[in-house]
């Protein structure tokens, strides 16, 4: 079975702290694709980041970074000298080989950044 | 690029009343799919279509809500008769249509059965 835990409900920082948003998931497929993706208050989800199954090489993309360990099945999201604007909530996903790209969510992080 | 488009985005509904969701895809997007999104969960796939055949409708519960896609490009969503279990945002997204694309979504409907 497919499933992705987000065991962070809500996150409360002070703006310019660092963050980190924690994923586990599971999986028995040896191929399969995760992602982030924001939502914001407006409520659309906004695509953040995909990183495939045999790509471990960690990504930064500004403030913002990504860890991939499958030796943990985690892939975890940290955005530096957080901002107000990042103040949304956060899903990671997963979908694989064969799953007729069904994304299967996690159940969110609520990241409130305060001035 | 014009991002996916849903309408309305509010709507609000008695239940054992019937509603119908509407949405079209990123030009050029084969595939659709749509999500309902319970309060403080993650989005769940209902059904997705590619091009206008279904691929997957295993959490569509078919004795109420309907969708179609009929000439591949616009799909509706319809609920008949809504209960107060409906009560969420429904997502749409559209991907390219490969094996594994990034799907990109559309800023949901929020329904409230009351």
């Known amino acids: 079975a497919q499933k992705v835990t987000q065991a962070q409900t809500e996150i409360s920082v002070v703006e310019k702290e660092d963050v980190t948003l924690d994923c586990v998931y599971e999986?028995?497929?040896?191929?399969?694709?995760l992602f982030w993706y924001k939502q914001p208050p407006s409520g659309e989800l906004v695509f953040l980041i995909r990183r495939n199954s045999f790509d471990e090489q960690n990504e930064i993309s500004g403030r913002y970074s990504w860890n991939f360990q499958k030796s943990t099945s985690s892939f975890n999201f940290t955005i530096t000298a957080s901002q107000v604007v990042d103040s949304a909530v956060y899903f990671c996903a997963l979908t694989f080989s064969g799953g007729y790209n069904k994304l299967i969510f996690g159940a969110g992080t609520r990241l409130a950044v305060h001035p | 690029e014009a991002g996916v488009a849903q309408s309305p985005r509010y709507k609000i509904i008695e239940k054992r009343q019937s509603v119908a969701f509407w949405c079209n895809p990123i030009?050029?997007?084969?595939?659709l799919y749509w999500y309902q999104q319970i309060l403080g969960q993650g989005p769940k796939l209902l059904i997705q279509f590619q091009n206008n055949g279904v691929v997957d409708d295993s959490q569509l519960p078919k004795d109420r809500f309907s969708a179609e896609r009929l000439k591949g490009v616009d799909s509706t969503l319809k609920i008949q008769p809504a209960k107060l279990e409906d009560s969420a945002v429904y997502l749409c997204?559209?991907?390219?249509?490969?094996?594994?694309?990034?799907?990109?979504f559309g800023p949901g409907t929020r329904l409230t059965v009351l």
């Open positions: 997204a559209s991907s390219l249509g490969g094996a594994v694309d990034t799907q990109y």
């Open positions: 030009s050029g997007h084969a595939t």
């Open positions: 999986t028995r497929d040896t191929t399969y694709y």
